[in-house]
């Protein structure tokens, strides 16, 4: 998956610093990055090869291994100009760009980057926030509120009968391969319980028996995904969500399609079910 880059290892203990020479710096517009390929591996650029108008303040993100990265503050002023030969493109593009440790790096930063555009302002008093010197938090200097970064719990649950697996496709997305059941946890909800609702509310089949698998950190949409196989319980018919579901089938194991991408939760799961026969 996307997040597992070892022997790297990703570190994100906060720290107040200025960038080197050599550290990474993501240029972000909207959903795209500022960056260039070569020889088939995605490069974004270093601090040296910027062109920094004054009073723009770069904001430590984390490092993996030696490597540290950067980002422009969205509280400064001025404008941070990306070399030539780097091009703006979209964020979806490090589900398949190499190596994986740099399409973590800037998922995870476009995450980052995302909430600290959110967290400009308190949202209790309206006054414009100041970063912590200490931790990686925004700071009212009014009221004193903390904001933390928002991150969402999500369960994706794979839902067994014998040698069927219900798989589902979401309306108006492009892709087009089959995926699992997923959701928001709620207020007040424990995963397990999120795992019988959304089951439940797209599909109306009911479940037994679940079992936590693995979680995923999921920078592009800034959740935290709890993956859970569980099983049928009762009358396998199928009444789909017509709002949110474009198909919801039990798919047999021996029609089920390799994965074409090895970085997502729900792709691992799907790949283990196939191939545990």
């Known amino acids: 998956m996307i997040h597992e880059i070892e022997p790297r290892k990703f570190c994100t203990d906060y720290v107040n610093c200025t960038p080197g020479p050599d550290d990474t710096v993501f240029v972000f517009d909207g959903n795209a990055v500022f960056c260039r390929m070569e020889d088939g591996n995605v ?93 990686r938090s925004c700071i009212c200097p009014s009221c004193g509120l903390i904001m933390y970064p928002k991150i969402s719990p999500v369960v994706i649950v794979g839902v067994m009968n014998g040698e069927h697996l219900l798989v589902t496709r979401y309306k108006n997305r492009p892709q087009r391969r089959y995926a699992l059941v997923a959701g928001f946890a709620e207020i007040g909800e424990s995963l397990e319980d999120t795992v019988r609702r959304e089951v439940f509310e797209e599909t109306g089949v009911r479940v ?4 936590y698998y693995k979680s995923q950190p999921w920078g592009f949409t ?56």
Request: overall charge negative; proline content about 6%; some cysteine.
């Open 43 to 135: 490069i974004f650029p270093s601090y040296r090869e910027l062109s920094i108008t004054e009073g723009i303040k770069l904001q430590y993100l984390f490092s993996i291994d030696s490597e540290v990265f950067f980002s422009p503050d969205v509280r400064s002023p001025g404008k941070v100009c990306a070399p030539d030969g780097y091009e703006l493109q979209e964020i979806s593009m490090f589900r398949v760009s190499e190596p994986l440790y740099k399409a973590f790096a800037a998922v995870t930063a476009h995450s980052l980057f995302e909430w600290y555009e959110q967290s400009r302002f308190c949202g209790r008093c309206g006054e414009e926030t100041a970063h912590s010197p200490d931790e």
């Open 208 to 211: 037994k028996n679940i079992r």
């Open 222 to 277: 800034s959740t935290l995904l709890s993956g859970f196989f569980c099983d049928l319980d009762g009358d396998p018919e199928i009444t789909m969500d017509e709002n949110e579901l474009a198909e919801a089938v039990w798919l047999h194991r021996d029609d089920i399609l390799p994965p074409d991408s090895n970085i997502a939760l729900t792709a691992e799961m799907i790949e283990k079910f196939r191939s545990s026969a």
